[in-house]
């Protein structure tokens, strides 16, 4: 910035003078701080742009200590990133939801122990205000080396391991969902239902399973683990067919390890729902579009992105100091394949 332009760019006083307000209430209305009448922080927000008047953002990170950014950290590679949909849409949640709150969003993959390291160096070191992290596996040091460096953070999904109500999370009715996923097979008269589980390394896979197997109420369980993917979902499709030849439904924890199986069931000229039956989870875009079209049990993942945001600016803004859990609903959409 000139010299010039430094002289004639409105200042702080200069809002506050046009707002009718104190230096201090500009301030606050500036940094977020709920703290300010609806009327005051209008009559602010009204001199900010009738003066064109900009924060000075380093100036600003000096007095307050943040820095006006979050980090959304995947624990994932690119091969998921972009073939399961479920990232799409809750970055999407994550992303509209910021858009109200001024905060800048930094995307990362944590994939190797030392892209990891480096990655809780960096967000430990006053770069970003908060975090919210994805696709957590086993008992993650991660999160609680955050919250004991003072980094407010959220998580998507429930965790798995020691002391999880340390943590705030976001995640979906996952157990009862695949309650009501199986409880609808077995309405159907269905003798023999499968199911491809998640990874048994994650809340996800371990509450979908169970939810499955309370639904059986004490029948046979067939149970194989997939990773969430289309192919690993043909995979253990296969494995399910040689386990039991006569199996006639499966519950699938994931609509894209489902879309997987279907491909695997018409490779074995199994027909779909007349010999087996099929129910996947997640209700993406892509369950209306499969042959024929599939049954599976929805959830609001944009929602839970949003969230996710609600609960990690409110922890920034010092407005939430207990660790929030919100589970939000599940139900079951039911189409051709079951």
């Known amino acids: 910035m000139t010299a010039r332009e430094s002289a004639t760019r409105p200042t702080l006083e200069q809002v506050a003078a046009r707002a009718g307000v104190g230096r201090g209430t500009v301030s606050r209305v500036v940094n977020g701080s709920p703290k300010v009448s609806p009327q005051a922080r209008e009559a602010v927000l009204r001199a900010i742009k009738e ?25 994932e590679g690119e091969r998921r990133l972009f073939e399961e949909p479920y990232f799409a849409e809750i970055i999407r949640g994550i992303s509209s939801a910021l858009n109200d709150t001024g905060l800048q969003l930094l995307f990362t993959l944590a994939q190797s122990a030392r892209d990891r390291e480096r990655l809780e160096h960096y967000l430990t ?3 970003v205000d908060g975090v919210l992290l994805i696709s957590l596996h086993g008992d993650d040091p991660l999160p609680h080396r955050l919250e004991d460096s ?79 993917s289309e192919a690993d979902g043909r995979r253990a499709m296969h494995e399910l067919l040689d386990l039991d030849p006569g199996l006639d439904a499966v519950f699938v924890a994931s609509d894209n390890m489902a879309i997987g199986a279907l491909g695997a069931l018409k490779e074995r000229g199994r027909t779909v729902p007349g010999d087996v039956a099929v129910v ?37 803004r010092g407005e939430e100091h207990e660790r929030a859990h919100v589970v939000v609903h599940t139900h079951l959409v039911v189409r051709e394949s079951a």
């Not at 157990?175 to 009501?180: I, M, N, R, S, V």
């Not at 996923?181 to 979908?208: C, E, K, S, Y």
């Open 150 to 228: 003072g980094v407010p953070t959220v998580l998507g999904g429930r965790p798995i391991g020691s002391d999880t109500a340390r943590m705030s999370y976001v995640d979906a009715d996952n157990e009862g969902g695949a309650y009501q996923a199986v409880a609808h097979l077995v309405a159907q008269g269905r003798g023999r239902i499968a199911t491809i589980a998640g990874p048994a390394d994650m809340g996800v896979g371990i509450d979908r399973l169970a939810g499955y197997r309370r639904a059986l109420a004490g029948r046979a369980e067939l149970v194989v683990h997939g990773d969430f």
């Open 51 to 75: 003066l064109g008047y900009v924060p000075n953002r380093a100036a600003r990170a000096l007095v307050t200590r943040r820095t006006d950014t979050v980090a959304l950290v995947l624990s």
């Open 125 to 127: 070191g006053h770069h």
């Open 280 to 316: 996947g989870f997640e209700d993406s875009a892509g369950a209306r579009r499969t042959d024929p079209p599939l049954t599976s049990v929805h959830q609001p993942t944009e929602r839970m992105g949003r969230e996710m945001v609600r609960l990690l600016v409110a922890r920034i």
